[in-house]
């Protein structure tokens, strides 16, 4: 799925760092989340299922919270 950059909004965790190693995301299309790297806004964005990125928020949770 092609991603429109001119045309998303792009958010960033409020717990990222002023140094702006992060990663930022959009939900462009109803069943669809992208993400992209802050510091290159212009380069490739990556789009996955709204399923998919629900499952990947989710393991990342369980993984932080266990160390």
Known sequence: ??????????RKSSYSLAHGDCV?????????????DSKD???PAL????????AFVTVVGDSAQSL
Do not use: H, N
């Open 24 to 36: 930022e995301v959009a939900s462009p299309l109803v069943r669809s989340i992208a993400v992209r």
């Open 47 to 54: 789009a996955f299922s709204s399923e998919s990125w629900s």
């Open 1 to 10: 799925m092609a991603i429109q950059q001119g045309k998303t909004t792009w």
């Open 41 to 43: 806004p212009q380069g």
